[in-house]
């Protein structure tokens, strides 16, 4: 790895430099708010470095353009906002199927339909549950910060290389606007083995190889999808990320991803000034979730408390880990609107006081 | 005894699996002979679509991609940009191209990307089972047309051919057939253009190949056969709607 020099970057600009930074010189997208400065970053620095950009007809021609490039073996990115990533579910489906390689971003915005622009993460279910047909999930990670954000970038590109899976960066209007120090480094190169036996390249002196998703044959299509559940098992015993604050010895541990988890911190540190007792559980891969961290919480957690920008998604997948009988509340607002730290801190104040009696 | 013809290399051994009297076959041999011509075999890429044609990786001796339905000419686009000097080509139907692909068709022709699109039309949705096809002629009876396709409902029958010809980005527009032993010496040499003008990087070649499905029409090969001469033909046109053999520069 190499260190670079320090940028001030906005987040969407900062995963856009990680992309180049890891070797990604393909990007096909279409304009939509509020990611756009990716595909403009692309549009101006993809060909210092001999890569291509290309402004699809539509999200549906992006996903598929991915595809045809994601199958020769390069590193290629796509990136979206709600509307357009529901566009891309087909392509979703079929990358799955098809076992192949890439990064989607979603700076997802507020829904159902048209919405509005600014931040929320109404798209959780829709990104950890696979989003198209079938019996498929991508990995999905949640950043925090515009670091986070370049860090993960470059993760991004590694998992979704080991595991053959489409890797989704879930992000928000929040997280791609904001202008950040940026400490940018690159990562040891890594643009794949030329010799994986998968990739198509035009069938000189080898056998012709074929990449698809369609399984007719009596049994074909059951052990296709029972491959795809063990790379799922694979990737949740070994590559799930979460982040722990305060948790050895807290009464309540509050739950929350990417902007939530930044606001939710502020809320925390001001507990524990006040001598509350909380602690922060932060998703960072939401697929695979870190179902172990809730199954092994310290004896001491008697409430948890999850904390989201919609009407409650990642809670349901908490209360799935949770093996005990501690209660799990939930507290969000739907698209819309950005809860502040004084309003999480009211809640975790609240919670904590039923946690005292 | 001296062998004077043989299965193409870019064919693979096995048999089709094709309906009696499908035209696909025939279709199939053409662009493996125009692979086989320009010596393209272990530097192509193919894009299945998805129809009866899907199956073109089990008779193609390429590297294939299977793509979502209707979204070949998008994935023959992202393998193209990266293989720059692999011959990319897709092999797509008419309800695949003509309607839940058009989007994608118009743009890649517009673009003039560097990849040849086989567009086979025979009027109908063949693997589905014989559903009306964006291509399905006025009057056809298909099964979601069970009394003739009438225009005041369903509109007219597509003509991409045409449409195509009108974008600037092609550098090859084509509609061809092969319902007789003169059209398809005449299509053998169209498909070989569209392929030379790939080799060449001309940009993008597309030719239209009128074919025949008797099951779903539910005729003979022969009855069949004749519809496209007497039927199609008249109302889709053969010939070289576009040709241009400069590529403009910026």
Request: net charge negative.
């Amino acid at each position: 790895m190499t260190a670079l020099k320090k940028v001030f970057l906005k987040g969407n600009e900062a995963i856009a430099l990680a992309a180049i930074n890891a070797g990604c010189h393909y990007y096909f997208g279409y304009p939509i708010t509020p990611q756009n400065e990716i595909p403009e970053y692309m549009a101006k620095h993809l060909p210092e470095v001999g890569g291509e950009f290309l402004q699809a007809e539509s999200e549906i021609a992006s996903i598929n353009m991915m595809l045809g490039a994601a199958a020769t073996g390069v590193r290629v990115m796509t990136s979206s906002s709600g509307p357009g990533i529901s566009l891309m579910q087909e392509g979703f489906s079929y990358i799955a199927g098809n076992e192949l390689p890439g990064v989607v971003v979603n700076m997802s915005r507020q829904g159902p339909g048209l919405g509005g622009i600014n931040a929320t993460q109404g798209d959780y279910f829709q990104a950890v549950k696979g989003g198209g047909h079938g019996d498929y999930h991508l990995i999905v990670l949640a950043p925090h910060t515009g670091q986070e954000l370049y860090d993960l970038t470059i993760k991004a590109f590694e998992l979704s290389e080991k595991y053959r899976c489409l890797t989704m960066l879930l992000g928000d209007a929040v997280l791609g606007q904001i202008k950040e120090p940026i400490n940018p480094w690159k990562p040891e190169i890594t643009a794949g083995d030329p010799d994986r036996d998968w990739l198509i390249t035009g069938a000189k002196g080898r056998q012709p190889r074929l990449i698809k998703s369609l399984f007719l044959a009596d049994g074909e299509m059951e052990k296709h999808n029972w491959r795809l559940q063990e790379k799922y098992r694979q990737m949740t015993a070994n590559d799930v990320m979460v982040e722990t604050r305060f948790i050895e010895d807290a009464r309540l541990v509050l739950v929350a991803f990417g902007s939530m988890a930044r606001i939710a911190k502020t809320a925390i540190d001001q507990a524990r000034e006040e001598g509350m007792k909380v602690g922060l559980i932060r998703p960072i891969t939401l697929y695979p979730f870190p179902a172990a961290s809730f199954k092994n919480l310290s004896e001491s957690v008697s409430r948890v408390l999850t904390c989201e920008m919609n009407t409650g998604q990642m809670v349901e997948d908490v209360r799935l880990s949770i093996d005990s009988n501690i209660p799990v509340d939930f507290y969000g607002r739907p698209g819309g609107s950005v809860p502040t730290p004084e309003e999480i801190f009211d809640r975790l104040q609240q919670a904590y006081a039923e946690v005292e009696q | 005894m001296k062998q004077v013809v043989k299965r193409p290399a870019s064919l693979t051994e096995k048999p089709f699996h094709f309906c009696p009297g499908c035209h696909h076959g025939i279709v199939h041999r053409l662009v493996a002979e125009a692979l086989d011509f320009f010596n393209l075999r272990e530097k192509t890429i193919g894009v299945a679509s998805v129809g009866c044609s899907v199956f073109l990786y089990d008779y193609f001796a390429v590297d294939v991609i299977e793509a979502p339905h209707g979204r070949a000419s998008a994935v023959a686009t992202g393998t193209k940009r990266v293989l720059k000097d692999q011959i990319v080509f897709t092999y797509q139907g008419d309800g695949d191209l003509a309607a839940i692909g058009t989007a994608e068709i118009i743009h890649a022709a517009n673009r003039g990307e560097n990849i040849t699109v086989i567009f086979v039309n025979n009027s109908i949705y063949g693997m589905t089972g014989g559903q009306m096809a964006p291509t399905t002629m006025l009057g056809q009876r298909s099964t979601t047309t069970p009394y003739g396709r009438d225009y005041h409902r369903d509109g007219y029958p597509i003509k991409m051919t045409e449409m195509l010809a009108a974008l600037e980005g092609p550098s090859l527009v084509a509609r061809v057939a092969v319902d007789k032993p003169a059209n398809v010496k005449k299509a053998r040499k169209i498909i070989r253009q569209a392929f030379q003008m790939q080799v060449e990087d001309k940009g993008f070649s597309f030719v239209e190949v009128l074919s025949a499905c008797p099951t779903n029409w539910g005729m003979t090969p022969q009855e069949a056969t004749k519809r496209v001469s007497d039927e199609m033909i008249p109302y889709f046109p053969l010939g070289v709607l576009k040709q241009k053999d400069v590529v403009d520069v910026l």
